[in-house]
């Protein structure tokens, strides 16, 4: 199942970028895409030289160009490819590029997380909130392929449900699309919760039969929905497909920001393959608090996918 055509990769020229870069170039051959390569050039403040700020900027852009080239010129023979220089503020500039170009995927490096000892930095953070494609951060591990990938699922209410069940099939159409051209064990996990179960426990009149008996019946209910979910998979993807990679699932009891990062721990994850956004339409909600506290909790590498309709807050004409 080829899911990208039109692929951009973002290099970072103060990050190694061999094996990220590998891994766009592969997935760009496996999926007959093109692929972008490029960097953003940002302004250059002029109390950091005596030599005029644009002409330094013109020196740099050239230098970087040539770079990007040279990369580009190892890979040509394997697929389309391309090197671009964008000039500005990093997140708009690729944000901006992937609105002007009609980009689906963007590859990048992680970048280090800095002060907080996160994986993720403050451009990753932004392109994860805010770029409507999907976005995959690469952590550099040494690892030419993913090994292990695990893709978190969720249900919501009954008002967001097809909202929801639209995310889930992005999730599990990329993830599954992934582990098959990677050759890759794929997991999916739901975290479930009873809401019940400590108010049951701490107020008289309950049994513990009963409470274990309820816990038993919500737990039945989400692995229904579940097993639902992963028969519509199936259909989604294809019988071949669905059944040479026979995805494992796993249902977590817990917090879904406590129950993700420590099975993708348990099972070596080298990629998430997730949701980002909790809803559409509310200014100023570009990410979810549940889906923000798992990122901050990863160490591995992230794809991170947006809802259908969600429209970034970076346009073309600012």
Not at 123 to 150: E, F, Q, T
């Amino acid at each position: 199942m080829r899911r990208f055509k039109n692929i951009l990769y973002v290099a970072d020229p103060v990050v190694e970028q061999g094996e990220a870069f590998e891994r766009a170039v592969a997935l760009a051959e496996k999926n007959g895409a093109r692929l972008t390569v490029t960097e953003v050039a940002e302004p250059i403040p002029s109390f950091i030289t005596r030599q005029s700020p644009h002409k330094l900027r013109e020196i740099v852009t050239e230098h970087r160009k040539s770079e990007l080239k040279k990369i580009c010129e190892s890979v040509s023979g394997r697929i389309k490819i391309e090197a671009r220089i964008l000039e500005g503020t990093f997140f708009l500039e690729v944000i901006r590029e992937v609105l002007r170009n009609g980009r689906d995927l963007v590859i990048k490096p992680a970048e280090a997380g800095g002060l907080l000892g996160k994986l993720f930095g403050s451009n990753d953070m932004h392109l994860l909130r805010k770029c409507p494609c999907p976005v995959w951060l690469i952590k550099l591990a040494g690892n030419r392929s993913c090994r292990n990938i695990l893709a978190a699922v969720d249900f919501g209410e009954e008002e967001e449900r097809k909202l929801v069940e639209a995310l889930n099939r992005q999730i599990l159409e990329m993830a599954i699309s992934l582990a098959h051209s990677e050759d890759s064990a794929l997991h999916v996990c739901h975290a479930w919760y009873p809401p019940y179960e400590d108010m049951m426990r701490n107020r008289s009149g309950f049994a513990e039969e009963e409470v274990k008996a309820y816990v038993r019946e919500v737990l039945t209910d989400h692995q229904k929905e579940l097993d639902q979910l992963m028969g519509r998979a199936e259909k989604w993807v294809g019988d071949e497909m669905y059944k040479s990679v026979s995805p494992n699932t796993h249902l977590g009891k817990g917090d879904p920001r406590n129950v993700i990062p420590e099975l993708t721990k348990e099972l070596h994850a080298d990629l998430v393959v997730m949701g980002t956004v909790a809803r559409t339409g509310i200014s100023g909600l570009l990410i979810g608090n549940t889906a923000e506290s798992i990122l901050s909790r990863l160490d591995c590498s992230v794809l991170a996918i947006k809802p259908a309709g969600f429209a970034s807050p970076v346009t073309l004409e600012e």
